[in-house]
């Protein structure tokens, strides 16, 4: 009965792409299967030109390094991007993040990962949006790449402004000692993939590594959703 309304309701008000706007089919969630499949890819731990691992060169001494997808202004990325962190899409995030996960499988760079974290956000800025993109993400990457989600123990000590319109030196200076650990021990000798929605300058991660880093055997890799190509 659950499932007629449902047919009912959509028949009237049919879910739609976020990139392209047609209606959703079948087992189609969020984004249509031709937008998917055309998404300006980046599938950097597939290729030996890395750059994202050339953003962390001399910075985060990441074992691997990942991003599914390209970002640029006015692109089909900007797009889910927006859609996720700013009007609210958590599905969209999640299924997103199962791409992400095929893409770290796929590599069989990430098989000796122990842990996923999600970037943080600050506790005021997660209860205003009501929720962190990271953790969804993360939620979504379990699905096709099983791990534990570490949440609560990498902490955002403090609200920063926005980032979107600095320049790197600014955006270093502004996450300066941002990030701190709860418990640190219950991250020795952990290999952990440190999840984030996008890497630009590449500011935030170099600031979580700032934190993670005294902790005992610790190893970290980079995945994000998308990677700036405007940098």
């Known amino acids: 009965m659950l499932q007629l309304i449902r047919n009912f309701f959509e028949l009237f008000y049919p879910k739609t792409c976020c990139v392209c706007g047609t209606p959703l089919v079948g087992d189609e969630h969020e984004i249509c299967t031709r937008c998917l499949l055309n998404l300006p890819e980046a599938l950097s731990a597939l290729g030996e030109n890395n750059f994202v691992e050339k953003r962390f060169l001399g910075r985060v001494p990441a074992k691997h390094c990942a991003s599914l997808l390209l970002f640029k202004h006015h692109n089909d990325t900007q797009k889910i991007l927006h859609s996720i962190k700013y009007y609210g899409n958590t599905k969209l995030a999640i299924t997103m993040g199962r791409q992400l996960g095929l893409h770290l499988n796929k590599s069989g760079l990430f098989d000796d990962v122990d842990l996923l974290m999600p970037v943080p956000l600050h506790r005021n800025k997660e209860r205003r949006r009501g929720y962190n993109q990271s953790q969804l993400i993360c939620e979504g990457i379990i699905q096709t790449f099983p791990r534990p989600i570490v949440s609560g123990n990498l902490i955002r000590t403090r609200?920063?402004?926005?980032?979107?319109?600095?320049?790197?030196?600014?955006?270093?200076?502004?996450?300066?000692?941002?990030?701190?650990?709860?418990?640190?021990?219950?991250?020795?000798?952990?290999?952990?993939?440190?999840?984030?929605?996008?890497?630009?300058?590449?500011?935030?991660?170099?600031?979580?590594?700032?934190?993670?880093?005294?902790?005992?055997?610790?190893?970290?890799?980079?995945?994000?959703?998308?990677?700036?190509?405007?940098?």
């Open 159 to 231: 609200h920063t402004e926005s980032q979107t319109h600095k320049t790197r030196i600014e955006r270093l200076d502004n996450m300066k000692g941002v990030f701190a650990l709860k418990n640190p021990d219950e991250l020795k000798g952990k290999h952990i993939l440190l999840i984030d929605d996008v890497i630009t300058t590449g500011a935030t991660t170099e600031a979580c590594w700032m934190a993670l880093r005294s902790v005992e055997g610790v190893q970290i890799s980079i995945a994000s959703l998308a990677i700036s190509g405007d940098v």
